[in-house]
């Protein structure tokens, strides 16, 4: 842990995290509300992860939404590493794509990180194959355009990608990786070499690439932007989202190695409505009397600030739930009622499109959508 009482990489969140901080530490830029209006603008929407700061911070966002104006356009590019089944944490970026693809008319990459996986020791060669197979399903939930969606597995479609490695490893030496990336001499060089993996979809098309993920992931994107220029290309653009955190309080993030304090996509009604009962940290006070005259604290709720950030839409309603619930007129088991019921229809949407859907859109967006198709024809190059 730093002297600053928390740390994020891209594979461990720890401590409670400060986030203007963070944005001072990365040199990222936060998302100022004329950037907001600007996007509105052409987006012809907003979209609630923006106007409640979940997606608070970027690089050059303002040079992506230039570039669509001006008709040169962009691509998006996300990922997901498959150590286990997803949790909520992990589709919502997916989820923000989508919009952003609807609402820019642009391709999106998905990198499936196979490798990875591996070299990190989340599971053996088989285990890891089939999270990857049904986090690719949970991905194919979302609706996804799957004639402009390119989903891959690195180890399957390497072969194609091969010979970007080979130049964008060259460009970044031991030094520059153990730095930035903080590899030891007891890191596996699978690892070392994994840098340069993640930074291939940036370098898919000519365009610049816009990239919407959590902030833990920017270390990579930092080392993307020292060496594309040299190679010709932009500087990968971010969009980065705050974590949610585990439901037992305010510190780290929500992970599938910690399956009882997240919501697991697979989740039933039942476990969910359950987990949030009995385990999301409150911010109400001990006793109800007590809680009447005090009311909650909403900066530590996690009931309250999962409506907050991600799952109610309606901007009046969540006033009358803050006020009312940091009043005291509202108790805790009321508004975590109103989380897992929220949390419930979202994730039976999700089901639902699964269900009806997944397989033929997993096809598509792999193997046999127009993108797909266009991807597996082509050897991945910088030129
Ligand atoms: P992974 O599998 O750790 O995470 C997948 C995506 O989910 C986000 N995320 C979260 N967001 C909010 N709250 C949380 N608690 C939470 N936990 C995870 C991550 O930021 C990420 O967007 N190496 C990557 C896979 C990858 C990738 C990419 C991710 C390859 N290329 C490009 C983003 C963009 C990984 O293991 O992600």
Not at 175 to 185: P, T
Not at 263 to 280: C, F, G, N, T, W
Not at 325 to 330: A, C, F, P, T
Request: hydrophobic share 35%; aromatic share 12%; charged share 35%.
């Amino acid at each position: 842990m730093q002297d600053n009482g928390f740390e994020v990489t891209p594979w461990d969140v720890e401590g409670n995290v400060d986030y203007r901080k963070l944005v001072e530490k990365f040199g990222t830029e936060i998302i100022t509300d004329k950037l907001k209006k600007d996007i509105k603008k052409q987006a012809g929407e907003d979209h609630m992860y923006l106007r409640r700061d979940y997606f608070f911070s970027h690089r050059d966002l303002g040079k992506v939404l230039k570039d669509h104006e001006r008709g040169d356009g962009f691509f998006l590019y996300t990922g997901i590493g498959p150590s286990g089944p997803m949790h909520i944490g992990h589709i919502i970026p997916f989820y923000f794509s989508k919009w952003l693809q609807e609402r820019f008319d642009v391709n999106l990459y998905i990198q499936v990180t196979d490798d990875e996986r591996y070299w990190t020791g989340d599971g053996t060669t088989e285990e890891i194959e089939s999270y990857a197979e049904k986090n690719i399903m949970d991905i194919a939930g979302v609706g996804l355009d799957p004639d402009r969606t390119f989903v891959f597995k690195n180890k399957e479609y390497m072969g194609n990608m091969y010979e970007a490695a080979v130049k964008i490893s060259e460009k970044i030496n031991f030094s520059v990786a153990s730095s930035v990336f903080g590899f030891n001499s007891s890191t596996n060089i699978g690892m070392i070499f994994y840098p340069a993996v993640q930074m291939i979809p940036t370098f898919f098309e000519k365009k610049r690439c816009l990239i919407p993920a959590a902030i833990d992931q920017d270390t990579y994107w930092r080392a993307q932007r020292d060496i594309a220029e040299k190679l010709g290309y932009h500087k990968a653009a971010q969009i980065h989202s705050k974590f949610i955190p585990a439901l037992t309080g305010p510190e780290g993030k929500m992970s599938s190695s910690k399956p009882r304090s997240a919501i697991m996509l697979d989740d039933s009604p039942a476990e969910v409505r359950e987990k949030v009962m009995k385990k999301a940290y409150s911010g109400g006070q001990v006793t109800k009397e007590e809680h009447r005259k005090k009311g909650a604290d909403l900066s530590v709720d996690v009931a309250y600030q999962w409506l907050k950030n991600l799952f109610m839409e309606n901007d009046d309603r969540l006033e009358e739930i803050g006020r009312k619930y940091s009043s005291g007129e509202m108790l805790t088991g009321e508004i975590k009622e109103i989380l897992a019921e929220k949390l419930n229809s979202f994730l039976e949407e999700h089901r639902k499109r699964k269900e009806d859907r997944g397989e033929e859109l997993k096809r598509k967006m792999m193997y046999e959508g127009k993108l797909a198709r266009r991807m597996w024809d082509k050897k991945v190059d910088l030129r």
